[in-house]
Protein backbone atom coordinates (compact mmCIF):
# COMPACT_ATOMS: atom_id res chain seq x y z
CA UNK A 1 0.00 0.00 0.00
CA UNK A 2 1.02 3.55 -0.74
CA UNK A 3 -0.22 6.66 0.63
CA UNK A 4 0.65 10.54 0.84
CA UNK A 5 0.54 13.33 3.21
CA UNK A 6 0.55 16.82 3.01
CA UNK A 7 1.23 18.78 5.89
CA UNK A 8 -1.02 22.43 5.17
CA UNK A 9 -3.71 22.49 3.32
CA UNK A 10 -3.08 26.06 3.09
CA UNK A 11 0.05 27.64 3.20
CA UNK A 12 1.01 31.67 3.26
CA UNK A 13 4.35 33.62 2.04
CA UNK A 14 5.03 36.90 1.51
CA UNK A 15 6.22 37.59 -2.27
CA UNK A 16 9.81 37.25 -2.20
CA UNK A 17 9.55 34.55 0.60
CA UNK A 18 10.64 31.08 0.80
CA UNK A 19 8.21 28.64 0.04
CA UNK A 20 8.41 25.29 1.32
CA UNK A 21 5.32 22.62 1.06
CA UNK A 22 5.81 19.66 2.77
CA UNK A 23 5.40 16.12 1.74
CA UNK A 24 5.82 12.81 3.12
CA UNK A 25 5.05 9.55 1.49
CA UNK A 26 5.00 5.79 2.23
CA UNK A 27 5.87 3.02 0.14
CA UNK A 28 6.48 -0.48 -0.03
CA UNK A 29 9.00 -0.13 -2.71
CA UNK A 30 11.19 2.45 -3.95
CA UNK A 31 8.67 4.94 -5.39
CA UNK A 32 8.71 7.41 -8.20
CA UNK A 33 7.36 10.75 -6.47
CA UNK A 34 5.56 14.19 -8.53
CA UNK A 35 4.49 17.30 -7.90
CA UNK A 36 2.15 18.95 -9.62
CA UNK A 37 0.69 22.55 -10.18
CA UNK A 38 -3.13 23.12 -10.63
CA UNK A 39 -4.37 26.62 -11.74
CA UNK A 40 -7.24 28.15 -11.24
CA UNK A 41 -10.00 26.33 -13.21
CA UNK A 42 -7.26 24.47 -15.29
CA UNK A 43 -5.80 20.99 -15.18
CA UNK A 44 -2.73 19.52 -13.30
CA UNK A 45 0.52 20.57 -14.85
CA UNK A 46 3.62 18.36 -13.95
CA UNK A 47 6.09 20.24 -11.91
CA UNK A 48 8.98 18.09 -11.54
CA UNK A 49 9.50 14.22 -11.02
CA UNK A 50 12.07 12.25 -9.14
CA UNK A 51 12.89 8.89 -10.38
CA UNK A 52 15.86 7.38 -8.48
CA UNK A 53 18.43 9.56 -10.86
CA UNK A 54 19.08 12.29 -8.47
CA UNK A 55 17.95 13.08 -4.83
CA UNK A 56 17.67 17.15 -5.56
CA UNK A 57 15.15 17.47 -8.75
CA UNK A 58 14.40 20.66 -10.34
CA UNK A 59 11.31 21.79 -12.20
CA UNK A 60 9.54 24.33 -14.05
CA UNK A 61 9.47 27.94 -12.59
CA UNK A 62 12.27 28.01 -10.19
CA UNK A 63 10.90 24.94 -8.25
CA UNK A 64 12.90 22.46 -6.74
CA UNK A 65 12.43 18.72 -4.47
CA UNK A 66 14.60 16.95 -1.92
CA UNK A 67 14.29 13.20 -1.99
CA UNK A 68 14.93 12.27 1.43
CA UNK A 69 14.51 8.17 2.12
CA UNK A 70 15.63 8.43 5.76
CA UNK A 71 12.64 10.39 6.12
CA UNK A 72 10.49 9.83 3.73
CA UNK A 73 9.75 12.99 2.22
CA UNK A 74 9.93 15.03 -0.86
CA UNK A 75 9.59 18.99 -0.17
CA UNK A 76 9.24 20.94 -2.75
CA UNK A 77 10.75 24.53 -2.19
CA UNK A 78 11.58 27.95 -4.21
CA UNK A 79 13.59 30.28 -3.08
CA UNK A 80 11.54 33.27 -3.79
CA UNK A 81 7.88 33.32 -4.35
CA UNK A 82 6.32 35.03 -7.24
CA UNK A 83 2.51 36.32 -7.07
CA UNK A 84 1.97 33.82 -10.03
CA UNK A 85 2.73 31.12 -7.59
CA UNK A 86 -0.06 31.08 -6.42
CA UNK A 87 -2.02 27.67 -7.24
CA UNK A 88 -2.80 24.98 -5.61
CA UNK A 89 -0.17 21.59 -5.50
CA UNK A 90 -0.16 18.51 -5.27
CA UNK A 91 2.73 15.76 -4.05
CA UNK A 92 2.23 12.20 -5.79
CA UNK A 93 3.20 8.60 -5.27
CA UNK A 94 3.89 6.08 -7.83
CA UNK A 95 4.56 2.55 -7.59
CA UNK A 96 3.94 -0.38 -9.45
CA UNK A 97 0.91 -2.32 -8.82
CA UNK A 98 0.27 -5.63 -10.02
CA UNK A 99 2.60 -4.64 -13.53
CA UNK A 100 0.80 -1.54 -14.23
CA UNK A 101 1.16 1.90 -12.19
CA UNK A 102 -0.71 3.23 -9.59
CA UNK A 103 -0.78 6.24 -8.48
CA UNK A 104 -1.70 8.01 -5.26
CA UNK A 105 -2.22 11.70 -4.79
CA UNK A 106 -2.19 13.99 -1.92
CA UNK A 107 -4.96 16.09 -1.07
CA UNK A 108 -3.08 19.30 -2.38
CA UNK A 109 -1.83 22.68 -0.69
CA UNK A 110 -3.25 25.96 -2.10
CA UNK A 111 -0.51 28.35 -2.13
CA UNK A 112 -1.38 32.18 -1.60
CA UNK A 113 1.55 34.58 -1.94
CA UNK A 114 0.85 38.17 -0.30
CA UNK A 115 1.98 41.14 -2.15
CA UNK B 1 -1.54 21.95 -30.10
CA UNK B 2 -0.55 18.39 -29.05
CA UNK B 3 -2.53 17.46 -25.62
CA UNK B 4 -5.37 15.86 -23.65
CA UNK B 5 -8.88 17.32 -24.72
CA UNK B 6 -12.00 17.37 -22.52
CA UNK B 7 -15.81 17.74 -23.43
CA UNK B 8 -17.30 19.61 -22.58
CA UNK B 9 -16.11 22.01 -19.88
CA UNK B 10 -19.95 22.39 -17.76
CA UNK B 11 -22.67 20.48 -17.64
CA UNK B 12 -25.40 20.83 -15.41
CA UNK B 13 -27.87 16.95 -15.03
CA UNK B 14 -30.67 15.93 -13.25
CA UNK B 15 -31.05 13.10 -11.08
CA UNK B 16 -31.12 10.28 -13.16
CA UNK B 17 -29.85 11.48 -16.39
CA UNK B 18 -27.29 9.68 -18.60
CA UNK B 19 -24.06 11.40 -20.05
CA UNK B 20 -20.74 10.58 -21.83
CA UNK B 21 -17.87 12.68 -20.69
CA UNK B 22 -15.43 13.01 -23.88
CA UNK B 23 -11.84 12.41 -23.59
CA UNK B 24 -9.43 12.37 -26.75
CA UNK B 25 -5.79 12.99 -26.77
CA UNK B 26 -3.17 12.75 -29.55
CA UNK B 27 0.33 12.06 -28.12
CA UNK B 28 0.20 8.25 -28.88
CA UNK B 29 -0.11 7.47 -25.04
CA UNK B 30 -0.91 4.14 -24.00
CA UNK B 31 -2.12 4.71 -20.72
CA UNK B 32 -5.39 7.13 -20.23
CA UNK B 33 -7.22 7.60 -16.61
CA UNK B 34 -10.48 9.41 -15.71
CA UNK B 35 -10.18 10.91 -11.95
CA UNK B 36 -12.72 12.86 -10.48
CA UNK B 37 -11.78 15.85 -7.65
CA UNK B 38 -13.44 16.92 -4.45
CA UNK B 39 -12.49 19.25 -2.06
CA UNK B 40 -10.29 18.28 1.02
CA UNK B 41 -10.40 14.99 -1.08
CA UNK B 42 -7.42 15.23 -3.51
CA UNK B 43 -7.83 13.27 -6.80
CA UNK B 44 -9.48 9.79 -7.11
CA UNK B 45 -9.35 7.21 -9.41
CA UNK B 46 -12.24 6.33 -11.45
CA UNK B 47 -11.03 3.72 -14.14
CA UNK B 48 -7.89 3.53 -16.31
CA UNK B 49 -6.52 1.68 -19.40
CA UNK B 50 -3.55 0.23 -20.48
CA UNK B 51 -3.93 0.41 -24.39
CA UNK B 52 -6.59 0.19 -26.42
CA UNK B 53 -9.80 -2.36 -25.50
CA UNK B 54 -8.07 -2.83 -21.94
CA UNK B 55 -9.77 -1.08 -19.26
CA UNK B 56 -10.26 -1.74 -15.32
CA UNK B 57 -11.41 -0.16 -12.44
CA UNK B 58 -10.24 2.22 -9.80
CA UNK B 59 -10.82 3.01 -6.24
CA UNK B 60 -14.59 5.00 -7.16
CA UNK B 61 -15.71 2.85 -9.88
CA UNK B 62 -19.89 2.63 -9.10
CA UNK B 63 -22.07 4.64 -10.95
CA UNK B 64 -19.60 5.02 -13.92
CA UNK B 65 -18.55 2.95 -17.48
CA UNK B 66 -15.34 2.96 -19.39
CA UNK B 67 -14.37 1.58 -23.16
CA UNK B 68 -10.98 2.60 -25.09
CA UNK B 69 -11.74 1.27 -28.43
CA UNK B 70 -9.23 3.36 -30.12
CA UNK B 71 -5.79 4.36 -28.41
CA UNK B 72 -6.63 8.61 -28.53
CA UNK B 73 -10.39 8.13 -26.83
CA UNK B 74 -11.64 7.07 -23.53
CA UNK B 75 -15.26 8.26 -22.68
CA UNK B 76 -16.25 7.83 -19.41
CA UNK B 77 -20.29 7.06 -18.76
CA UNK B 78 -22.33 8.23 -15.87
CA UNK B 79 -25.21 5.68 -16.33
CA UNK B 80 -27.75 7.22 -13.44
CA UNK B 81 -26.58 10.68 -12.41
CA UNK B 82 -26.51 10.87 -8.43
CA UNK B 83 -26.03 14.59 -6.63
CA UNK B 84 -23.12 12.25 -5.48
CA UNK B 85 -21.35 12.28 -8.47
CA UNK B 86 -21.44 16.66 -8.45
CA UNK B 87 -17.42 16.77 -8.71
CA UNK B 88 -14.50 18.13 -11.19
CA UNK B 89 -13.39 15.10 -13.43
CA UNK B 90 -9.66 14.73 -15.09
CA UNK B 91 -8.78 12.94 -17.90
CA UNK B 92 -4.81 12.29 -17.82
CA UNK B 93 -2.92 10.01 -19.93
CA UNK B 94 0.78 9.03 -20.12
CA UNK B 95 3.11 7.76 -22.81
CA UNK B 96 3.71 4.39 -21.16
CA UNK B 97 1.84 2.35 -18.23
CA UNK B 98 4.40 2.40 -15.82
CA UNK B 99 5.35 4.30 -12.94
CA UNK B 100 8.41 6.06 -14.26
CA UNK B 101 5.92 8.54 -16.12
CA UNK B 102 3.98 11.52 -15.04
CA UNK B 103 0.59 12.84 -16.01
CA UNK B 104 -0.67 15.00 -18.94
CA UNK B 105 -4.34 16.13 -17.22
CA UNK B 106 -7.13 17.60 -19.58
CA UNK B 107 -8.60 20.68 -18.48
CA UNK B 108 -12.13 19.32 -16.62
CA UNK B 109 -15.52 19.06 -16.56
CA UNK B 110 -17.15 20.37 -14.14
CA UNK B 111 -20.61 18.32 -13.57
CA UNK B 112 -23.43 19.74 -11.03
CA UNK B 113 -26.27 16.75 -10.69
CA UNK B 114 -29.20 18.55 -9.30
Known amino acids: AQSVTQLGSHVSVSEGALVLLRCNYSSSVPPYLFWYVQYPNQGLQLLLK??????LVKGINGFEAEFKKSETSFHLTKPSAHMSDAAEYFC?????????????FGIGTKLQVIP | NAGVTQTPKFQVLKTGQSMTLQCAQDMNHEYMSWYRQDPGMGLRLIHYSVGAGITDQGEVPNGYNVSRSTTEDFPLRLLSAAPSQTSVYFCASSYKASWAYGYTFGSGTRLTVV
Open chain 1, 50 to 55: YTSAAT
Open chain 1, 92 to 104: AVSAPSGGYQKVT
